[in-house]
């Protein structure tokens, strides 16, 4: 019960890449990059199971950002001509790459750090790709000039890597969609059901996170315009209630998405983000606690997996550090107050005094 795990990305270590940065370039070059990238992906491992993180991940520590990481395996894209755009509804600028021609695979995208993690974890683990919408809404078209068409073949490609994610050892697979909280009716219209092609066939565990982004300028700037309550999950949590997703992630913690609204997930297994990765105050087990405990009036508590809100890549470590901490002890802790055992102070007290009593009479 509350089985803990993470959005996605943490912070890379300075011989790593630049630190406290989004699309941070790497410091090393060749087989040095290489050796790196494996002991990074080794040590978010081990950092992760000392916090007590029940599922854990690569900490995308292979990639330069979570979206890009996956396109760079793929032929027709020009990455050497990059241009700048407007993504999420144009709430930032991006340099991106353009996709120049028909859309196919290299080969294996993921499989060295798949590898490398499967082989150095014995806990469930769990790998991130980007979803088929937000893929779309990361690149520059210039060969299909139809975005649906775009995202469908993207989600063939990322069904291909997925199966074979699968074989590697994969427990769960989550495609990271937060273009989901942006083109609402192309959610309902074309976005599931391009998740549905990229799960075609999977037998592991799926998830698709949905939130408000990393914890940079650009978004708090952009929450801070969106009002006192954040309703917009409305329009698509009844569809991904019907999908064939299992696993919904839902930024929480400080957010001001409704709690209410994780009702209308019912079925679903709801990662409940429990720490707020847009500040660099680090929960107390008690606070991460209290967000399951709200997240229990609306969602049965053996279908709650507390998580961070959304990836950490751009955080100071020690504080990412300390906030996986925070979420493996508040999980450890809501177990002992809400679990299935649990039993009112009061009550145990009372059985206590009973026990004494009758072992006085002996």
Not at 42 to 71: C, P
Request: include cysteine; charge should be positive.
């Amino acid at each position: 019960m509350f089985e803990t795990t993470i959005a996605g990305s943490l912070p890379k270590p300075g011989w790593l890449a630049e630190p406290n940065k989004l699309w941070a370039p790497w410091v090393l070059e060749g087989q040095a990059l290489a050796d790196a990238k494996r002991d990074a992906t080794i040590l978010a491992l081990k950092v992760q199971e000392d916090a007590g993180i029940d599922i854990v991940g690569d900490g995308e520590q292979s990639r330069q950002h979570f979206v890009h990481g996956f396109l760079e395996r793929i032929e027709g894209i020009d990455f050497a001509h990059k241009i700048e755009i407007g993504i999420r509804a144009d709430r930032y600028r991006a340099m991106v790459p353009q996709v120049v021609g028909p859309l196919r695979l290299k080969g294996r995208v993921h499989q060295t750090e798949a590898r490398i993690a499967r082989a150095h974890t014995k806990k469930k683990l769990k790998f991130t790709l980007p979803g088929p919408m937000t893929i779309i809404d990361t690149i520059a078209d210039r060969h299909y000039g139809d975005k649906v068409k775009m995202a469908m073949t993207f989600a063939e490609l990322l069904n291909e890597e997925a199966r074979e994610l699968e074989k590697d050892g994969i427990n769960t697979i989550q495609f990271d969609e937060p273009a989901f909280n942006v083109y609402m009716r192309e959610v309902t219209d074309w976005g599931i059901a391009a998740l549905h092609r990229a799960i075609q066939d999977l037998t592991c565990t799926t998830a698709v996170h949905i939130c408000y982004g990393y914890g940079i300028k650009a978004n708090t700037d952009w929450k801070a315009s969106l009002g006192s309550q954040w309703t917009q999950y409305e329009q698509i949590f009844p569809a991904l209630a019907k999908s064939k997703m299992k696993q919904i992630s839902v930024e929480c913690k400080n957010s001001r998405v409704p709690m209410k609204l994780l009702k209308l997930l019912d079925g679903k297994d709801v990662l409940v983000g429990s720490i707020d990765v847009a500040s660099d105050k680090v929960e107390t087990p008690e606070e991460v606690a209290t967000v399951i405990q709200q997240a229990m009036k609306y969602v049965a508590k053996e279908k709650i997996f507390p998580c961070t809100n959304c990836g950490m890549a751009p955080m100071q470590r020690e504080i990412a550090y300390a906030k996986l901490a925070a979420l493996g002890k508040g999980a450890a802790y809501a177990r002992q107050k809400f679990g299935r055992s649990a039993r009112p102070v009061k009550r145990v007290r009372k059985a206590a005094k009973k026990k004494i009593k009758k072992q006085s009479r002996l």
